[in-house]
């Protein structure tokens, strides 16, 4: 019997990681990519939050997963790990905000993650251009307009 290249991967998955792990990365596999309040994603589950969390960065730290802390009770997951060999690449599969400037009507791309050091490096406030990109204002710096927020990933 020759076994695929999906049941191959799945064994490696499972040789790696605790069962804990391995249901944590299957469920995931399953939801995908997006973002994700975790008490009430645990909830449904019926999972203990503490036991989920500790999954989750494991899996981190292996490189089975990839994801950004949204807030202090959510994550966006970004990535899956989908073969062997498969690696996340930041700067290709983070999630990103598309900004339009006004003035030059330019799109612009801004990695999870670097929200603030475009602020900062543009001369603006970073907790003001963030409340932006998270759509709490609908134009920044009456020049710039939010085209695609990271929700739309």
Request: contains cysteine; positive net charge; hydrophobic residues 40%.
């Amino acid at each position: 019997m020759q076994l695929s290249k999906k049941v191959k991967f799945l064994a490696t998955v499972r040789n790696e990681n605790s069962n804990a792990d391995t249901v944590t990365f299957l469920i995931l596999n399953e939801l995908g990519c997006g973002k994700y309040m975790l008490p009430e994603l645990c909830s449904q589950l019926g999972l203990a939050r503490s036991n989920f969390n500790a999954s989750l960065i494991r899996l981190r730290r292996k490189e089975y997963i990839a994801y950004s802390s949204h807030s202090s009770m959510g994550i966006i997951l970004w990535w899956i790990k989908q073969g062997i060999d498969d690696k996340p690449s930041y700067k290709v599969d983070a999630p990103r905000w598309v900004i339009k400037n006004n003035d030059t009507a330019e799109n612009e791309e801004i990695i999870l993650g670097e929200e603030e050091l475009w602020a900062l490096r543009n001369g603006y406030n970073a907790g003001t251009f963030k409340n932006f990109l998270f759509g709490r204002t609908k134009n920044f710096a009456e020049k710039y307009e939010l085209v695609k927020s990271i929700s739309q990933d």
